[in-house]
Each structure stands twice: as structure tokens, then as C-alpha cells.
């Protein structure tokens, strides 16, 4: 029997203006309305909308919440000033990444709490981990919102001046990695200055049943500036350019958090988290292999799982590829042994049986001015 696949509060819209819908995480989501190469350009000159209503958004309520938390993320948490947000990744206790996470800490109307933002393909796991541990933490109440919600992300050079007249505050106060509880007419928001695109912009998580209304809206203020809806598709290729890790590609439960690159999200000082030990040793393990960003000069593109070889020695695997919109030329991510993962290395990749040439470079491909 086929499970039917769980759709977005902004569906409707997505199909009625010929988004193509596929399969991702369990949900029926757009992966491109027309040219990605458009929506990508459109993301860094001007505005894009993405609806990444499919992300699990889990509340903690209680006062012991914050330590909870902070036992199950790499990245301290139980110290969070309100309004602060924290990226981190939740490990099983042989340091393999089960899911990498935002935490927020905000003020809301009944009280403070903690929101746990977490991708849509593991969130039932990330469910599983929470109920299993949660026990012998006392006054710590949990429940999965996602179902509740909508999350709409607003992201490039004239995305917070397009959400600023609808909000009761100026965006752009907010600094970057924080957030707060706001109002859009009736409806109780939050805000947050947070992305996965490399550009400026929010995310704003909303009442369900208020997203096709703000949805709509967006599009409308900025169309003379250019705002468009933006698929999967492009949400790829824009966080690849910025070298921003996706589950199942960059991250799994194979792979630590230090393999990937994320020592800032770590934090082994004075505290304990399920996989602390794991990743003290794999600090300590020399001949992990590293990931790396590869340019290719040539106009193949190299795809997950290919070959990365040095002198026809295979030395690791891409995990994402792509032809950059922004730079033109194929570029990837993957994971190389040690000798190999120093900027300037010159390798090759097995595309279709045949090597092409690629070099190490220093991530990210792209950082906004």
C-alpha cells in the first residue's frame, strides 16, 4: 500500500501555479515552478520565497527544557540569553550525526520555551531520540508543533525590506542567529534572521492556516522588485554554493560532525551530550577522511557517490554536485583522506568512466558581500 505523502498548508497554491511536485522527506513539496537557474539568480539578486513548511518544529516548555536540550546537542544550549538561536547537531553516542538542528530560546505569551527546528526526513526519528531520553528531566514538556504551523523563508538582498512593512518591529534589527515572537495583522509570528541560502533574509514561522494569505502577499509587494517562489531545486544549488551541509548528502549517521567540518558547533567544555566521547576520540583520529569543496574547470557535473581520485587512487566521494548559476562552472562537496583535503590539491573526479579534473578549495564557494 503506498502512504500518501504529507502536504504543506501551502500545497494548493504550489500546484494550481504548476509547481512540480516530487517526493522529499515524506512530503509532497515543489522542486521547481520554472528555470532553477532563474530562481537561484533570483534568490541572490532580489528575493525568493521557499516553503519549508516541511521542517519539524518541536516546543520544549518547562524550566529544566534548556538542560534537557543541552544533553542532546553538540552545541551548548542551556545557557541561551531569549532570543537567541543556536545551531547544532544531535548525535547518537557513536558520534554519527543523527540530524543537524536549530535551537531557539524565546519569550512568548505564555512564558519562555525553546523550539527545536529540525529536518523534515528525520524528524520522526529526532521524535523517537527526545521520548527516549527524556525521562528523570523533570519539569520538561514536549510536543511536536509542525503540523501546527507553516514556515515560509525569505531570503536575499531585498528580503527584509520586503518583510519589514508587515511586521510590528524593523527586521533588520535582529541580529544575525536570533529571533522573536512578533504579529502580522492578527496572526502571532515568529521571526528569525536565519536561512540556507548564503543570503540575507528570515524565516518566519506562522498560524497554518495564515500562510497562503501571507504567501500571496509577499509575492504581490515584492514583485517590483523581482520576489519569486523558489523550489528544492534551487534551495540545492544556493546552499551548496554557500557549503552549507544537507542531511543524507554531507551528513548521516556515519559521518561526525567533525568529519564535516563543524567544530564550531561543538562544544566539549563542561558539559555532557549523548556522543561526547565518540567525538573526543575522532578529534583525536588523524586519518578520517575531511570533506572538502572541489572546482571543476571542464563542464561535466560531477554527482553523489562519484569517484574523487588522486593519480587514479581513489582517495573519496562527492556527496553533492551541481553546475553553479552564480559562478558557471560544476562544483561539489565531499570527503577526501587527509593528504588529499588541502586547498590547491589537484585530483580528479570518474565521471560516467572518465576522469575529470577537479581542485580542493577553501569553503564556502560563496559568501554574500
Known amino acids: 500500500m503506498t502512504t500518501a505523502l504529507a502536504q504543506t498548508p501551502l500545497h494548493e497554491w504550489h500546484v494550481a501555479q504548476g509547481g512540480r511536485m516530487v517526493e522529499f522527506g515524506g512530503w509532497s513539496m515543489p522542486i521547481q515552478y520554472g528555470s532553477i537557474v532563474d530562481e537561484h ?51 547518537n553516542d557513536d558520534g554519527g550525526c543523527l540530524d543537524d538542528v536549530l535551537v531557539y530560546r524565546l519569550d512568548g505569551h505564555r512564558g519562555p520555551y525553546h523550539l527545536m527546528v529540525v529536518n523534515a526526513s528525520n524528524r ?54 536570533t529571533g522573536r515572537e512578533s504579529k502580522i495583522g492578527s496572526a502571532d509570528v515568529i521571526v528569525s534572521r536565519t536561512g540556507y541560502t548564503g543570503e540575507d533574509g528570515c524565516e518566519l514561522i506562522v498560524p497554518a492556516e495564515f500562510a497562503t494569505e ?35 548528502h554531507e551528513l548521516s549517521e556515519e559521518i561526525t560532525p567533525v568529519q564535516a567540518g563543524l567544530d564550531f558547533a561543538i562544544d566539549m567544555e563542561d558539559r555532557e551530550f549523548h556522543g561526547r566521547d565518540a567525538l573526543t576520540r575522532v578529534q583525536r583520529d588523524p586519518d578520517l577522511p575531511r570533506r572538502v569543496g572541489l572546482e ?47 586547498p590547491g590539491t589537484e585530483l580528479s573526479i570518474q565521471v560516467r568512466g572518465r576522469g575529470e579534473p577537479a581542485r580542493v578549495v577553501e569553503l564556502p564557494f560563496y559568501k554574500r558581500k
Open 41 to 91: 539568480r533570483a534568490t541572490r539578486r532580489a528575493v525568493g520565497l521557499f516553503d519549508i513548511s516541511h521542517m519539524g518544529r518541536l516546543r520544549f516548555d518547562g524550566d529544566n527544557a534548556g538542560q534537557f536540550l543541552d544533553t542532546l546537542v553538540t552545541r551548548r544550549v542551556d545557557n541561551l540569553m531569549p532570543g537567541r538561536i543556536r545551531y547544532g547537531v544531535v548525535c
Open 214 to 248: 501571507l504567501w500571496q502577499s509577499l509575492l504581490d509587494a515584492g514583485s517590483a522588485v523581482g520576489a519569486t517562489p523558489v523550489g528544492l531545486a534551487a534551495r540545492d544549488t544556493l546552499r551548496l554554493e554557500a557549503a552549507m551541509p544537507l542531511y543524507g
Open 124 to 177: 520522526e526519528k529526532i521524535v523517537r531520540w527526545i521520548d527516549r531520553h527524556i525521562d528523570g528531566f523533570g519539569d520538561v514538556q514536549f510536543e511536536d508543533a509542525t503540523s501546527e504551523r507553516a514556515m515560509i523563508a525569505v531570503q536575499g538582498p531585498q528580503a527584509l525590506g520586503l518583510v519589514k512593512p508587515l511586521l510590528d518591529f524593523d527586521p533588520a534589527e535582529l541580529k544575525y542567529y
Open 296 to 342: 571543476c574547470p571542464g563542464r561535466r557535473v560531477p554527482r553523489e557517490q562519484y569517484l574523487i581520485l588522486s593519480e587514479d587512487r581513489e582517495v573519496g566521494y562527492v556527496t553533492s554536485g551541481t553546475f553553479s548559476p552564480t559562478f558557471e562552472k560544476p562544483i561539489a562537496m565531499g570527503y577526501v583522506a587527509v593528504e588529499a583535503s588541502h
